[in-house]
């Protein structure tokens, strides 16, 4: 089975900190774009078994009803596995009951909101415009509709906040009662309207105060992956297969691909991608490369890497491995008998652990 990807990049509005690829919304783009998102759907899929789609953005629910059900119908192209996760990232501001009833009618069985903050001064900041009514109300009404697979992106550190102002949205985050929340500490990006504003990342002490003081009040959630919580059962499949280093499709301007250990990406020019040039670049991985990357995705799991799995899909030791034997040595990663995961004190700095796999040549341990 195979997981899917794909990007719509309009949006109402552009919030400050993103630097995905993204552009206002025009019907007229829209429509032809969808023409040619259809055209690569039927130019590039083999026909095999899908176990997660991700339509992501961008914001998907800034499409018309009637572009959303002929997105949905060329969706219905692939062929859905019975127990496939099948996720659209919405705004609160635009989601409405319609669109809700729509979801449901085409499969969509997990929807994830872009909430970030409740707190206005920060919200206003990011330049996102929902107030915690609009919050309570939207989630209120999935649930209503049979939508209860629901998952809510949640930022800090932002400039100016305390601990006491995060405490305040982790309160409101968990009264929501969602069985997943995924975290994200702020990073200013280049080519976001932040950076633009000259605004600085917080102190890295506070950074890391506010990222226990998460770990901390979600306890009631498992901590799965660095940044994401989940109820037991509700951890998003589509993630994990990116963190499993799984083959996965990429539609759409700007979106990313990796098929049989080529890695590709899309053109971010919406005149290439209309005329139907869609390829950007790609790259076939040697099975050094394959390896670096299943360290560096399969490590950001709190489980870890699966040693059996490991050696059946490499025939690789891996507890023969230099650098493992040294960080296990550190105790910056830990072998439960079963998974080489990272220690929990060492999860807040996995980045600075996980470059230690750069560089490595694993061929040496290839039986």
């Known amino acids: 089975m195979i997981g899917v990807y794909i990007h719509i990049p309009f949006c109402k509005t552009i919030c400050s900190y993103c630097d995905f690829c993204k552009m206002f919304y025009n019907q007229k783009w829209s429509s032809s774009y969808l023409d040619s998102l259809e055209k690569e759907i039927d130019s590039m899929y083999q026909g095999e078994e899908v176990s997660t789609i991700y339509i992501g953005g961008g914001t998907p629910n800034c499409l ?6 002929r997105l949905f119908k060329i969706i219905n192209k692939f062929k859905k596995n ?22 449901k009618e085409y499969g969509i069985n997990r929807v994830s909101i872009g909430v970030q903050t409740f707190n206005p001064k920060f919200l206003k900041l990011l330049n996102r415009h929902h107030t915690k009514e609009d919050v ?23 400039p100016g ?9 982790i309160r409101l985050f968990k009264e929501l009662n969602i069985p997943h929340i995924s975290t994200y500490s702020l990073i ?3 080519h976001t309207l932040l950076n633009n504003m000259n605004i600085k990342n917080i102190d890295e002490d506070l950074d890391f105060a506010m990222y ?29 297969s990116y963190w499993e280093n ?17 890695r590709y990406e899309n053109t971010h020019s919406l005149t290439k991608y209309l005329n139907g040039n869609y390829l950007e670049n790609k790259e076939e991985l040697t099975k050094n490369e394959t390896i670096e990357n299943e360290f560096i995705l399969g490590l950001r799991k709190i489980n870890g890497i699966n040693i059996n799995k490991f050696y059946k899909k490499y025939n690789i030791d891996i507890l023969s491995i230099n650098v493992v034997n040294e960080l296990l040595k550190e105790g910056k990663l830990v072998n439960d008998g079963m998974n080489i995961k990272l220690s929990k004190d060492y999860i807040y700095t996995a980045n600075g652990i996980l470059m230690k796999f750069l560089g490595v040549d694993y061929e040496k341990w290839y039986f």
Do not use: W
């Not at 018309?64 to 059900?69: A, Q, R, W």
């Not at 309570?136 to 992106?153: A, Q, R, S």
């Open 64 to 69: 018309s009803y009637n572009e959303l059900e």
């Open 82 to 103: 019975k127990n496939i996760e099948y996720t659209i990232e919405c705004n609160i501001e635009l989601l409405n009951r319609a669109q809700i009833k729509l979801f």
């Open 136 to 158: 309570f109300n939207k989630i209120n009404m999935l649930k209503e509709e049979g939508i209860t697979n629901i998952n809510v992106d949640f930022i800090y550190a932002l």
């Open 161 to 169: 906040q305390t601990l006491e102002d995060l405490d305040s949205d």
């Open 188 to 190: 200013i990006e280049k």
């Open 212 to 240: 226990n003081l998460i770990c901390s009040r979600l306890n009631l959630y498992k901590h799965y992956e660095t940044s994401n919580f989940a109820k037991p059962g509700y951890e998003s499949k589509h993630n994990l």
């Open 246 to 262: 799984l083959n996965y499709y990429g539609f759409g301007l700007g979106a990313s691909g990796y098929l049989k250990n080529i």
